[in-house]
């Protein structure tokens, strides 16, 4: 059975401008655009105000609710609902099913006293005879609060003309959201798409009146970007600005944070956003977690590998001189944006970087990935951030950003402290943790990751669980990205030493994540020595470089 369901429904006030921004945005998507009033004018063949005169507003509820229940189940286009549409119960129902559907169900919210001046001068309106504009605070009463609670997508239109809003409404259609809920944690939103950085004060509420703005300087277009966004909002922002990379990710950092945070007065209420790559976020989901024993925080990941991985999935932590990531703790944030406009700035080698964590997405749980890097391979690897924006590639780094977080989001749902599922992730992991230590850190993580699948796999074939076939895919997709398939160590002992001190091995046993097919990760207990030996002799060279 196909779906046919809107691809969005509009909801707002009276002159908050859902039939003319609802229009321009749909001509923007290159979408149909339906106006439900106007096609119930059409169907009963008057005027509105005047079936209301006629027939009464009960009659008029039931005429719109069964047409908006047919055009939920069979419409793919935008649609634009009747002011009062949505309080009518039966039409409540229905839109509550096509938001648990997926559906995109925005509240178009306009200046009050803008939508007031444009429905008095829009007239023909019958909710609003009378003294319209009293009329129109009481209605916007009523249904603010039903508006609020039943849309899954709000956009502000304050401020904005026409056009920008339309653009702001295409931007909040195409945003891609996961939610992720699980047992121990409370359930925030990953919301990928251009400008989802917009949605920053929506994200981090009324409560904080003070902002820490936690980032490094290579993004610093971005922070200044979303500093104005706080600023314009009203909050007061703090700029703290660390060292780059692995030089933030330390407790002195961290440490220098909390000293200023003491200094400028933040208390319980107030919030950090941290911005940047994984670093950045892990350093600034750390400080939000320990100072005063955790306040609000909301992550803006500007990197491929912290938009589908880092800033996602709770875990936040420092760097210690024995080794990374080794004091932290498991905190969620109150929202993720990965806008994907910051990726204008990042460069090719970090977000090739990025691809690795994405294909171990693909090949532990979603062959859709693997398609979709598969058929843009070229595009993946050549990818130049000047031109991403508005290109035929960022669609598909939008799909694989949000694939890539719904498998995270899968493993991590039901059991945030390390575990058996959560371990899954880890797929290619254990051989990449001891080349980053055996290379100072100098590979990069999302290539460590890349080799060390190729390693999974060859040790999955060596033990007969998957065949020859699915090794060379392995190489041959990852290589087709721009990603290293090889890599050598003189020093077995060494490799296999660090190995052993990988989070997963128990006691003296070594446990690996290997497939037995794609999509089907398992645990792999105490392997015999030769296996995971010869699987090594292999990963040194790329056979096809010989
Ligand atoms: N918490 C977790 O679950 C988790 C998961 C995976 C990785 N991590 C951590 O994430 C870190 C790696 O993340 P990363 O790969 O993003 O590295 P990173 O944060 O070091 O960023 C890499 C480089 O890219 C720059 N950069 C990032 N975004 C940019 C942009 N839009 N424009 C220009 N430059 C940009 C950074 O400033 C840095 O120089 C590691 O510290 C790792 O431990 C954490
Ligand atoms: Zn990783």
Not at 4 to 22: D, Q
Not at 223 to 236: E, F, V
Not at 301 to 320: H, I, Q
Not at 430 to 442: D, K, Q, S, Y
Request: aromatic share 6%.
């Amino acid at each position: 059975m196909t779906s046919h369901r809107p691809l969005a429904v509009i909801i707002g006030m009276p002159g908050a401008g859902k039939t003319r921004v609802g229009r321009q945005a749909a001509a923007l998507l290159g979408a149909p655009f339906i106006d439900a009033d106007q096609r119930i004018e059409d169907e009963i063949g008057m005027g509105i105000a005047q079936y209301f005169e006629r027939h009464g507003e009960t009659a008029f509820r039931s005429v719109e609710a069964s047409l908006i229940q047919g055009l939920l189940e069979d419409y793919d286009g935008i649609l634009s609902l009747g002011g009062g549409a949505p309080m009518t119960t039966e039409t409540r129902r229905a839109l509550r099913q096509y938001v648990a559907d997926g559906g995109k169900l925005v509240y178009l919210q306009a200046d009050p006293r803008e939508a007031m001046e444009r429905a008095r001068r829009g007239g023909n309106r019958p909710m609003l005879s009378g003294d319209a504009d009293a009329r129109w605070k009481q209605l916007f009463e009523q249904r603010d609060p039903v508006f609020t609670a039943l849309s899954n997508l709000h956009v502000r239109t304050h401020g904005s003309t026409p056009h920008m809003a339309a653009k702001k409404l295409t931007e909040a259609i195409m945003q891609r959201t996961i939610h992720i809920t699980g047992k121990a944690i409370e359930a925030y939103d990953v919301r990928v798409g251009e400008s989802s950085m917009r949605q920053l004060p929506e994200t981090l509420g009324d409560n904080p009146t003070k902002v820490a703005l936690i980032h490094t300087q290579p993004v610093q277009r971005h922070a200044d970007h979303a500093r104005a966004l706080l600023r314009q909002s009203g909050y007061l922002v703090s700029d703290v600005v660390i060292p780059d990379a692995e030089a933030g990710k330390t407790v002195q950092v961290a440490n220098g944070i909390w000293e200023r945070l003491g200094r400028e007065g933040f208390t319980r209420s107030d919030a950090i956003v941290g911005l940047g790559g994984g670093a950045a976020t892990d350093l600034a989901g750390f400080v939000a977690a320990t100072w005063m024993r955790g306040i609000r925080y909301v992550n803006c990941p500007t990197s491929l590998l912290a938009m589908v991985d880092a800033s996602t999935g709770g875990k936040t932590g420092v760097n210690t001189t024995q080794g990374k990531n080794l004091v932290g703790s498991f905190y969620t944030p109150a929202g993720v944006l990965a806008d994907l406009r910051t990726l204008e700035t990042l460069p090719n080698d970090i977000f090739i970087e990025g691809l690795g964590e994405v294909a171990k997405s693909g090949l532990i749980m979603d062959e859709g990935i693997l398609d979709l890097l598969e058929d843009h391979a070229d595009e993946l690897r050549g990818f130049d951030g000047g031109s991403f924006i508005d290109s035929p590639l960022e669609p598909v780094v939008s799909e694989l950003i949000e694939r890539t977080v719904r498998v995270k989001a899968y493993h991590v749902s039901n059991d945030l402290k390390e575990a058996g599922l959560r371990e899954f992730l880890n797929y290619g992991h254990t051989l990449a943790h001891a080349i980053e230590t055996l290379e100072h850190f100098t590979w990069r993580h999302g290539n460590a990751v890349a080799v060390g699948c190729v390693y999974a796999a060859e040790l999955a074939h060596l033990l007969g669980y998957i065949d020859q076939d699915l090794v060379d895919y392995h190489r041959s997709l990852l290589r087709s990205l721009g990603l290293p398939v090889a890599w050598q160590h003189e020093n077995w002992d060494e490799v296999l030493d660090l190995m052993h001190r990988d989070k997963k091995a128990r006691g003296d046993t070594l446990r690996f994540v290997i497939l037995d097919g794609i999509g089907h990760p398992i645990h792999l207990d105490d392997p015999p020595q030769e296996a995971v030996h010869e699987a090594f002799v292999r990963v040194q060279q790329d056979p096809a470089d010989k």
